[in-house]
């Protein structure tokens, strides 16, 4: 049996996208200001919650939340291709029916 441990699952801060209501997918649209503040939050937040480890996907949105939460943690973040959002094609930088 796998030992019980707290799992944290934190999505990016905003981007200008989310803001508009656009698809992103994998388009590397990085966070604004919001996110950068949001990013900063979770990190003041998480930062005695005895995180152990932070894995991210390259992209620069989720990356950059993750640099800032693992920061305080004095924890280095590993990426990996995994986490990657789903591609949207010819959708990305389009609205979203009702934005």
Not at 1 to 17: C, K
Not at 56 to 82: F, Q
Request: proline share 5%; hydrophobic share 45%; with cysteine.
């Amino acid at each position: 049996m796998l030992p019980r441990r707290p799992f944290y699952f934190l999505r990016h801060g905003e981007t200008d996208w989310n803001r508009l209501g656009l698809y992103q997918g994998r388009r590397d649209v990085p966070l604004n200001a919001t996110g950068l503040g949001q990013a900063r939050r979770a990190a003041d937040r998480l930062a005695r919650s005895g995180i152990a480890r932070i894995v991210s996907s390259p992209l620069a949105r989720a990356h950059a939340t993750a640099e800032i939460v693992a920061r305080p943690l004095g924890l280095a973040v590993a990426l990996d291709d995994r986490l990657l959002e789903c591609a949207f094609g010819v959708l990305e930088g389009q609205a979203k029916a009702g934005a």
